[in-house]
């Protein structure tokens, strides 16, 4: 199948048509790579059981991990789900368009049991990004949207990411250029009290507790879950994000983890560093993080660093990674999960 590229970074006048274009496909039962502000999505109409299963099939993706709902407003809280919480109220109200996912107890009759992979929950987000929103408005259907990566490959945050993964896979992708957050969104389980933290993501846990009080985090955000658990977000499950390369995460002070993985690396190894100490890494392959102070760049560059290891040939990868606060959690996991949990404490 040819894929078709649909440019929307520039206005050009042609924006209407390639919206259009793109929503056709969706209601039409094909797949479409879609800019969101966290990560790239591969969308499907989520009405439609023959295009989410598509979805699986394009990604690898395993039968048993669900789909988000993705919609263009709160208004369809109602439309899809049952049993909602005032919390989920109080939340969309303040994070929504944004990079917030909201687990609740009950999809409606209208959403397919494909869509959450035989789960009673139902996860639903709406995103801020211009040219998802205008695509799921058009197409007048919610869509189900998991990230664009090719399973078990880090998520993408460009078109050309999304090529690289999906390309003769899927009927378009519509490029809106990089990602504005680079990160997927924040996932926070309201079906338990108090609300649990599934995945970190692009809107800060401390944010959602100034809403909703102290929230719990789940164990499969920190550590490697045991051999054979069944994590509440069943995709925390899977080794994720991981070049080819193992990965080493290096934690602590930024100087002492620097001086540490220039001790342990050799001249040809990969090492994801903090701005500031890229000049010591001589002889290194560097993929530069963003400045220590800086985890919104940070969570900009982390898929990219992960994903350009896989075009060099280096045999192994050291990351040092920002401390846990704001958007820092959720950039660590990320390298933690790429790196199976192989965690050095200095
Ligand atoms: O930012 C995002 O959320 C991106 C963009 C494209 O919207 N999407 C995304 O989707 O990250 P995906 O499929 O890569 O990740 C969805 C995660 C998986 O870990 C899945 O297990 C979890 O959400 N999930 C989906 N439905 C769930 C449910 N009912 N209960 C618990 N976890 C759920
Ligand atoms: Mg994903």
């Not at 056709?24 to 800019?35: A, T, W």
């Not at 690898?60 to 407003?73: F, H, S």
């Not at 408005?137 to 990411?161: F, V, W």
């Not at 992960?306 to 401390?323: G, H, K, N, W, Y």
Request: hydrophobic share 40%; net charge negative.
């Amino acid at each position: 199948m040819k894929t078709i590229y649909l440019d929307l970074r520039e206005k050009d006048g042609g924006e209407r048509e390639k919206i259009r274009v793109a929503a056709d496909i969706l209601k039409n039962g094909g797949l479409v790579g879609l800019p969101t502000e966290t990560v790239y999505g591969l969308a499907a109409n989520a009405l439609d059981p023959e295009a989410l299963e598509r979805i699986f099939t394009a990604k690898g993706r395993p039968q048993d991990n669900p789909l988000i709902l993705t919609v263009a407003g709160a208004e369809a809280l109602e439309r899809y789900c049952r049993d909602i919480p005032p919390e989920a109220y109080r939340l969309t109200e303040i994070f929504w368009p944004g990079p917030l996912t909201l687990v609740l107890k009950c999809r409606s009759e209208l959403v397919p049991s494909a869509v959450t992979a035989g789960l009673p929950t139902v996860a639903v987000r709406c995103p801020s990004h211009p040219v998802a929103l205008s695509i799921i408005r058009e197409a007048g259907i919610p869509l189900a949207a998991p990230s664009a990566n090719a399973s078990g490959r880090p998520s993408c945050t460009s078109a050309q990411d999304v090529l690289e993964d999906m390309d003769t896979r899927i009927e378009a992708v519509v490029d809106g250029g990089a990602c504005s957050v680079g990160v997927e969104s924040t996932i926070i389980d309201l079906t338990c009290s108090p609300a649990r933290l599934l995945r970190p993501g692009g809107l800060p846990a401390e944010e959602i507790e100034r809403v909703i009080g102290p929230i719990e985090i789940d164990e499969a955000v920190l550590g490697a879950l045991a051999e054979g658990a069944s994590p509440k977000a069943p995709g925390m499950k899977y080794r994720h994000y991981a070049p080819k390369a193992p990965v080493t995460v290096v934690v602590g002070e930024p100087e002492k983890t620097a001086r540490e993985i220039l001790r342990i690396s050799e001249p040809g190894s990969g090492v994801i560093c903090f701005d500031e100490f890229a000049p010591l890494f001589v002889g290194r392959v560097i993929h530069p993080l963003g400045p220590v102070n800086d985890k919104g760049i940070q969570a900009q560059r982390v898929f990219g660093a992960l994903r350009t290891f896989d075009t060099s040939d280096v045999a192994e990868i050291f990351a040092q990674c920002p401390d846990e606060g704001g958007l820092g959690l959720a950039v660590g996991n990320r390298l933690k999960k790429a790196a199976g949990f192989k965690i050095i404490k200095i």
